[in-house]
């Protein structure tokens, strides 16, 4: 007869069976953890990847496990400093605004498509630089908005402009020696509506004046001394009666720009937009690269971002005769694979700064040519502090969107479970 402890014994020897299984199965999915790791490791959880990273995947790539993936961008001032503001490139995000999960201010169900997928001012602690706004007369005010036929309707609005300027604001006032450009598609009839739209978000002081503003393809100021004057806000506008009116630079006076939507990813061209010049015009010194498709897809945009992005850029520059984007534009940016934007800008201007494959790999009073031994491309940098134009801290989205749950903790209990049960009914 068996006695009661060997009864228990396999049930005993199980449990621990299990305890050991579930200890393999959590560490090898999970060997870094509480911001220890680094790109393309694996990860569970946001706060597993260190500063600067975010935990996603990429399923539209294959790529369903979670790795922690690049969130935020180096300027290129905090390495190679006091060039003109043309020589650098710049990461934009295309409808800024039109963010997931906004919510309906006017208490309508908000019927539109989205681009973006966290704040405004996450986007900037993130490091983009270019703000993409489409400003509409509606309510009495002016809101952001997507267009149906040039009107705005309360199931496309997202909310006033002053909201989003004021987040503008904000940031430039916190970080002195940061420049932001924003680029208006502008439907404001009120006269004299954005003068005073940018007078109550307290951006005047920060205006880049269009006196100051290269006419003729010359190069624009040093960012030196756009700091040192305080001219650290540039606007464009898409209406060429404001330049006139209320001073605001009509966008294809000053810089050339590739088709947007499908256009504008399609491989093999790069046409230039209908309103703009064409690629290889010297009259301006700014070119903005969009890199969108016209439907924009969360799910797809990791793929887009991936090597398809730089045969798009580096068709670009082609077409514009061996001139790099100063502005890269895109739909999601904090989706990708691994580096994507991010690694791509790093690129761009590393070939314009100093000739090198990345722009980690410049290095100040250098020559051309000479680079330091960096990571792979596809790893990222150090980001580290926030001073110089580095970026560092958390990497956060408005809401959940984009970020992982706790999946693998519940997959782990529901293996648990499973387990016992058939240790706990084996004969």
């Given amino acids: 007869m068996l006695t009661s402890r060997e009864k228990c014994g396999a049930p005993a020897e199980g449990f621990l069976l299990l305890l050991f299984v579930i200890s393999i199965f959590f560490f090898s999915s999970n060997a870094c953890s509480n911001g220890n790791c680094q790109i393309l490791d694996p990860c569970s959880l946001p706060t597993d990847c260190g500063s600067g990273l975010y935990c996603g995947n990429c399923p539209a790539m294959g790529k369903t496990q979670p790795v922690c993936t690049r969130g935020q961008a180096i300027q290129p ?51 983009v630089r270019g703000l993409m706004l ?38 430039l006032s916190e970080n002195p020696s940061e420049i932001v ?17 940018f007078t109550d978000a307290g951006l005047v002081n920060y205006w880049f004046p269009v006196s100051k503003m290269p006419t003729k393809g010359e190069d624009w100021p040093t960012v030196t001394d756009m700091v040192a004057e305080n001219h650290r806000l540039l606007v464009f506008t898409s209406d060429p009666s404001k330049e006139g009116n209320e001073g605001i630079a009509y966008q294809w006076r000053y810089m050339v720009e590739n088709e947007p939507g499908d256009g504008g990813i399609a491989q093999g061209s790069c046409p230039h937009r209908k309103e703009s010049q064409a690629l290889n015009w010297r009259g301006a010194s700014l070119f903005l690269q969009n890199y969108f498709p016209t439907f924009p897809v969360e799910a797809e945009a990791c793929k887009e971002h991936s ?22 534009a895109v739909n999601f940016y ?54 110089g134009g580095t970026v560092s801290g958390y990497v956060q989205f408005s809401s959940g969107t984009g970020q992982l749950s706790n999946h693998l903790v519940l997959d782990l209990v529901h293996l648990s479970l499973i387990l016992l049960v058939i240790i706990t009914d084996y004969p």
């Fill in 134 to 171: 489409d400003m509409y007369d509606f309510e009495n005010d002016i809101w952001l908005c997507h267009s149906m036929q040039g009107r705005c309707y309360n199931f496309t609005a997202f909310e006033p402009a002053i909201n989003t300027l004021k987040e503008v604001e904000a940031f």
């Fill in 334 to 387: 904090m989706r990708n694979d691994g580096g994507g934007v991010f690694d791509a800008v790093d690129r761009m201007n590393g070939q314009t700064l100093c000739g090198c494959s990345s722009v980690t790999a410049c290095e100040a009073g250098a020559k051309m040519g000479s680079c330091k031994d960096v990571a792979a491309p596809n790893r990222t940098p150090s980001l580290t502090g926030n001073t």
């Fill in 77 to 127: 001032t905090s390495i190679i400093k006091g060039l003109p503001f043309n020589k650098y490139s710049w990461l934009v995000t295309h409808n800024s605004f039109s963010i997931v999960d906004a919510p309906p201010l006017l208490g309508v169900q908000r019927i539109t498509f989205y681009n973006q997928e966290d704040s405004v001012t996450n986007q900037l602690r993130n490091g």
């Fill in 307 to 328: 090597t398809s992005l730089m045969e798009m850029v580096a068709t670009c520059y082609k077409a514009a005769e061996n001139e790099m984007p100063n502005f890269l």
């Fill in 181 to 197: 450009t924003i680029i208006i598609e502008d439907y404001v009839h009120t006269p004299k509506g954005l003068t005073r739209l």
